[in-house]
């Protein structure tokens, strides 16, 4: 199976930029998005032999994420938010949790609430776990390690970058979870998911690795690829993908 994770900033835009070109081309099994930024009947998307999910925040225009599967899903459920942040879908022997991750926002502002949502995530999918296989992907809005981002002295403060965010990162693997990007390339550098639209970020690859597919620890070996689509844009993200058999 290859399962896509895209922090598309957007659909709509994102649909007048190759969206379809690369989701057909792709003909992944599983098609998880963030920051769908839709409200509800705002966008019925045509993908004719999948099956569409979507998960909206209250606030108009703004988070929300959706999964796209070819394959029908046992159940689908949300997390218990009001900005669409979790899109979960149960097949027989594994979950996907698609999940779009609070920013911290400038100055911190809104670091408390990023620390709390990452502790009731942690049990959200240490829960499910339990029960069986769980695929975790989207936007975690956490630059891990040094390697992760291009700049890691100057951003020490910023959001996605600061100590209590990667030790809360951290935490999460550690309840039993595999970066599977960093399983196949465990020192590649320079490998981004995401660049500000400012100074020319992306052309000179000045970027953050931000997008992740987790995978249950007991279930590392069913992963057999990971990878970053750096060339598709479209987004200030890039899409990132696993093989999973």
Known sequence: MRLISWNVN????????????????????????????LSEGQLELDLPGYHCYYN???????????????????????????????CALEFDDFYVVDVYTPNS?????????????DEYFR??????????????CGDLNVAHKEIDIKNPKANLRNAGFTIEER???????????????????????????????RFKARERNAGWRIDYWLVSDRSRSRVKAAGIHADVTGS?????FVDFD
């Open 10 to 37: 957007g659909l709509r835009a994102v649909m007048g930029k190759g969206f379809l070109d690369y989701f057909r081309m792709q003909d992944a099994d599983v098609f998880c998005l963030q920051e769908i930024k």
């Open 56 to 86: 909206y925040a209250e606030k108009k225009g703004y988070s929300g994420t959706a999964v796209f599967s070819k394959k029908e899903p046992l159940s689908v459920f949300h997390g218990k938010d009001n900005e669409g942040r979790i």
């Open 105 to 117: 926002q400038d100055g911190l502002a809104r670091l408390p609430f990023r620390l709390e949502w």
């Open 123 to 136: 049990a959200f999918v240490h829960d499910l776990d339990q029960k069986k296989t769980v695929l975790i």
């Open 167 to 197: 030790d809360s990162f951290t935490k999460l693997l550690e309840s039993g979870f595999t970066d599977t990007f960093r399983m196949f390339y465990p020192d590649l550098k320079d490998a981004y998911s995401w660049w500000s639209y």
């Open 236 to 240: 200030d993200h890039a899409p990132v």
